[in-house]
């Protein structure tokens, strides 16, 4: 019972009707996925609802070798993405991830000691996924016109094959020419 603020007549309490929210997070998605990624990749968890942050650490959400299980240390963030509706775990590791066999498996715990919204109400089962990453460095093909070329003309296309496709962002010092970028 409450008092009555404001004394309106014929009335002595007034009464507050709530319910506690006791549904448990989902995972709605996670990443990375496959196994090509970069070594400098974030590792993130998507929660349908706001995740408690004091429950999160190394212990609840695990980043290990997969082969040899040894514990990835970084630090864990929070953002709510407003696109999609769901808030993000991120956990960035400390070192660049490298090629390892078997790559990487993130656990994500539940139960007492285990993931928990602002309810403190925890995941229901854990939920573990793997992926692996690509460091090996892109090979070059061909390239043509082939190098130590004499009489090119100063208007040909340069063209560059790789192995496998280069992520535009780790194109830097690339140069301007009178036809464009290169």
Same mark, same amino acid.
């Given at each position: 019972?409450?008092?009555?603020?404001?004394?309106?007549?014929?009335?002595? +309490?007034? +009464?507050?009707?709530?319910?506690?929210?006791?549904?448990? &997070?989902?995972?709605?998605?996670?990443?990375?996925?496959?196994?090509?990624?970069?070594? +400098?990749?974030?590792?993130?968890?998507?929660f349908d609802e706001q995740i408690d942050m004091n429950s999160v650490n190394t212990n609840s959400i695990t980043?290990?070798?997969?082969?040899?299980?040894?514990?990835?240390?970084?630090?864990?963030?929070?953002?709510?993405?407003?696109?999609?509706?769901?808030? !993000?775990?991120?956990?960035? &590791?400390?070192?660049?991830?490298?090629?390892?066999?078997?790559?990487?498996?993130?656990?994500?715990?539940?139960?007492?000691?285990?993931?928990?919204?602002?309810?403190?109400?925890?995941?229901?089962?854990?939920?573990?996924?793997?992926?692996?990453?690509?460091?090996?460095? &892109?090979?070059?093909? +061909?390239?043509? &016109?082939?190098?130590?070329?004499?009489?090119?003309?100063?208007?040909?296309? !340069?063209?560059?094959?790789?192995?496998?496709?280069?992520?535009?962002?780790? !194109?830097?010092?690339?140069?301007?020419s009178s036809r464009g970028s290169v």
């Open positions: 019972k409450c008092a009555n603020l404001y004394r309106l007549p014929g009335t002595s +309490t007034i +009464t507050y009707n709530y319910t506690v929210e006791n549904n448990p &997070p989902q995972i709605l998605a996670a990443g990375p996925t496959g196994s090509l990624n970069p070594p +400098t990749s974030k590792i993130w968890v998507a980043v290990q070798e997969a082969t040899t299980s040894k514990v990835i240390y970084g630090k864990f963030s929070q953002v709510y993405e407003s696109t999609t509706s769901r808030w !993000i775990v991120y956990f960035e &590791p400390s070192v660049p991830l490298r090629t390892s066999l078997g790559g990487y498996r993130v656990i994500v715990k539940s139960g007492n000691t285990g993931v928990k919204d602002l309810g403190g109400t925890p995941l229901v089962s854990d939920y573990s996924y793997t992926f692996g990453v690509d460091n090996i460095a &892109p090979q070059v093909i +061909t390239v043509n &016109p082939p190098n130590g070329s004499s009489g090119v003309s100063l208007d040909s296309d !340069i063209n560059i094959v790789f192995n496998e496709v280069l992520s535009p962002s780790s !194109i830097y010092g690339a140069t301007e």
